[in-house]
């Protein structure tokens, strides 16, 4: 069966470009059919400067919305990364075969330690080897396809090369993953500047469509969207960033290609409203479900805890073995 793994940081509220990136793939595609695990990455948030007790309420919060977006506990294995020791332990080794250059060449590193800089703090060390422990995340379970949003290319690559490296230096131990991407959705830009991703750590909010943003707030958010002078609604995303990101949301929104939009409006004003619709339709059932699981946080931390113990069987022979392999001694 194939193996399938992929995380979300607890560094800010879930947006738009999580869900149609990422999470609804998961709870549509991902999860049937295969042996699929989803992790709130929550050691990865501590790489910028963060505050402890709203980590804590973001990966809770995280878990409760990756529930309510249809991840379903009986098909697929929800969990906690901190709660499960083998993703630190693997990502020493790991460490070991890495380069300091090949961090150094990542983009988002480059993008997040220039946007620490900017802000007068000073770039932690885990920022940098950051990409190491997703590499851990995901060779500690075997994972054959790791479903992410088009900007963590770079790292699943990176991923790949260091299990061919490890396989080839100390025996074959770790499976070679692929990424996996949506047709539609795999970069949503920022409504206010289209020309960058909508990150939930971005600085531009009015940009960003939160998954828990309430329906007027999406609307107004959509509204007043950057587009461009032209008037044809036409997709082109390298020459009209605004226009294409606005078409290629209701696209993913409604299951179809943003090319086939193109023409079909008149004017910008009615494929905003339309838009800001489909939107606030898709979110209406993820926030429906949350509102009920937030009622009830037993279920939440008791499928967390199940979680952890089924993750921590399928990933420790595999990092034992690791151990051994790399020249230490078994316990
Ligand atoms: N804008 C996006 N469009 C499509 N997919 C996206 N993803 C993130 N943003 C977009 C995908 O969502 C999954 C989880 O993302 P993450 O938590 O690893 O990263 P993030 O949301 O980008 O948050 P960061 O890195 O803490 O901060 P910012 O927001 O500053 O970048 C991934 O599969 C990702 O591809």
Request: aromatic residues 6%; glycine residues 8%; negative net charge.
């Amino acid at each position: 069966m194939t193996r399938v793994f992929s995380g979300i940081k607890p560094t800010g509220h879930l947006t738009l470009g999580n869900y149609l990136g990422a999470v609804r793939r998961w709870a549509e595609v991902d999860q049937h059919g295969t042996d699929a695990l989803f992790c709130i990455v929550d050691l990865h948030a501590l790489t910028v400067d963060h505050d402890p007790a709203r980590v804590r309420r973001l990966s809770r919060q995280a878990a409760t919305l990756l529930l309510a977006s249809g991840l379903d506990p009986e098909l697929c294995t929800v969990f906690v990364q901190s709660h499960v020791d083998e993703h630190a332990r693997l990502s020493y080794l790991l460490e070991c075969v890495a380069s300091d250059g090949e961090m150094r060449r990542m983009i988002q590193y480059k993008e997040k330690a220039a946007r620490e800089r900017e802000r007068g703090g000073s770039v932690r060390l885990s920022l940098l080897t950051y990409p190491v422990l997703m590499a851990a995340d995901i060779l500690a379970y075997g994972t054959d396809e790791v479903p992410v949003g088009d900007d963590q290319t770079q790292h699943v690559e990176l991923t790949r090369d260091l299990a061919v490296r490890f396989n080839q230096r100390y025996g074959h131990t770790f499976v070679v993953p692929r990424a996996t991407h949506p047709k539609v959705g795999a970069r949503v830009m920022n409504l206010q500047e289209p020309t960058s991703k909508m990150g939930k750590t971005d600085d531009v909010g009015p940009g960003i469509v939160y998954l828990l943003d309430e329906p007027d707030v999406v609307r107004k958010k959509i509204m007043r969207a950057v587009t461009d002078s032209g008037r044809d609604v036409v997709y082109d995303r390298e020459g009209r960033p605004g226009l294409a990101n606005l078409l290629e949301i209701l696209a993913a929104c409604e299951g179809g290609n943003p090319e086939d939009l193109s023409g079909v409006y008149e004017s910008y004003g009615a494929l905003k409203k339309d838009t800001a619709e489909a939107v606030v339709e898709l979110l209406r059932p993820v926030q429906e479900r949350h509102k009920d699981l937030c009622a009830d946080p037993a279920y939440v931390e008791g499928v967390l805890r199940l979680g952890a113990e089924k993750a921590r069987e399928m990933a420790r022979p595999r990092v034992d073995a690791a151990y051994r392999a790399i020249g230490l001694l078994a316990a």
